[in-house]
């Protein structure tokens, strides 16, 4: 007998979040997003995944967190006009917009009538100095969420600040972890760090109470908090007929394959993406695929998600802080799908999610 068609999921309409892009935090992350752009789209791919660790401090890139001064807000140089920069194997594209950023608590299915109202409804009754102060008192919980590289969530301190209810929820963002091996990935993220490990506790009675409520879509995995500051999804890809191949000089080029083994494998590599790379990932994805009809041929013409070697990048960026203690301002709705935001001359000038609600944190 032919197997199952795997369960359809729901079509993803909006996810929770704590928007990162709060006053203090956006220039940090400027600079930083700034640095890390222009950093490794200058690199070649070669000295992307050379672990350059033996070089000492001096090859690590230099926190931005703590700077005084105003980062620039200059479109870096796009050469060719296709968003990578000369000798780069990864795209400027795949780098994430500043207003993108954001931890996703969970995702939601919000298309039946009536249904994202109650949502929203939901968020706004929440009583979120109340879920702080739960938080604090929910010692024990284990927040060591493993991937394939490092923990996505610090373990809380041993002995937690005893006037953190009292306490603005603040974290801090260190380093750079990958979602896949980092050997061959198409995703990097950085930790969040709370120095008074209510984060965790915190955001899992915000999808409790969503999932309860019956909004949140089943992931049947555990929240994994991250921001992602690179994702392949998001930039052009190569074509199914095609591969990158890496040349003497450490640059690639493409060059022509078989289309039935790459279609074949193409298959699988959509799948695993759709386990592991996160929401954002398969909020594309599941754009992606809604728009061609499922079959044989389903993955005939599609481009292949950018994959490259990060473990020399990661170890670069292991102990670079990209912002610190930087409040979170709010919980919030927002819509999926981020948007071009354009100024008053039409100019593309970054991208952010629509936010449909939000509640300020105390």
């Not at 789209?41 to 070669?46: A, I, K, N, R």
Request: neutral net charge.
């Amino acid at each position: 007998m032919p197997p199952h068609p795997p369960k359809k999921r729901p079509p993803l309409t909006h996810f929770l979040c704590l928007p990162l892009t709060g006053p203090k935090a956006v220039p940090q992350w400027q600079a930083s997003l700034r640095k890390f752009e222009d950093d490794v789209t200058g690199m070649s791919e070669s000295a992307i995944a050379q672990d350059t660790s033996a070089a000492g401090p001096a090859s690590a890139p230099t926190s931005t967190s703590t700077s005084t001064s105003t980062p620039s807000t200059t479109t870096p140089n796009k050469e060719n006009g296709k968003g990578k920069a000369k000798g780069s194997g990864i795209p400027v594209k795949a780098i994430r917009p500043l207003g993108t950023l954001h931890l996703t608590i969970g995702v939601m299915s919000l298309e039946e009538e009536g249904k994202l109202e109650r949502a929203v409804e939901l968020l706004k009754g929440l009583d979120l100095g109340a879920l702080l102060r739960d938080a604090e008192k929910r010692e024990g919980v284990d927040t060591t969420l493993t991937s394939t590289t490092l923990p996505i969530s610090p373990i809380p301190p041993s002995q937690p600040n005893q006037n953190a209810s009292s306490l603005p929820l603040t974290l801090s963002f260190t380093g750079l972890h990958s979602m896949h091996s980092p050997k061959s990935t198409s995703f990097l993220y950085t930790p969040p760090t709370d120095s008074t490990g209510r984060l965790f506790p915190f955001c899992q009675s915000l999808r409790d109470r969503f999932a309860t409520e019956g909004f949140m879509v089943d992931e049947e995995r555990a929240l994994k908090l991250h921001a992602t500051v690179l994702n392949t999804i998001y930039a052009d890809k190569v074509s199914p007929s095609k591969k990158l191949v890496q040349g003497a000089d450490g640059r690639f080029g493409v060059v022509k394959t078989d289309v039935g083994a790459v279609e074949e494998r193409l298959e699988e590599e959509y799948q695993e993406h759709d386990q592991e790379a996160g929401e954002e990932a398969r909020e594309e994805e599941l754009e992606s695929r809604s728009s061609k009809p499922r079959g044989k041929g389903r993955s005939k013409g599609k481009k292949k998600i950018v994959k490259f070697d990060a473990r020399g990048l990661m170890e670069r960026y292991r102990e670079f802080e990209w912002v610190r203690d930087v409040r979170i301002e709010k919980v919030a709705v927002c819509e999926m799908g981020a948007k071009k935001v354009i100024d008053g001359k039409g100019v593309v000038v970054g991208e952010e999610y629509t936010e449909v609600a939000s509640v300020s944190m105390p």
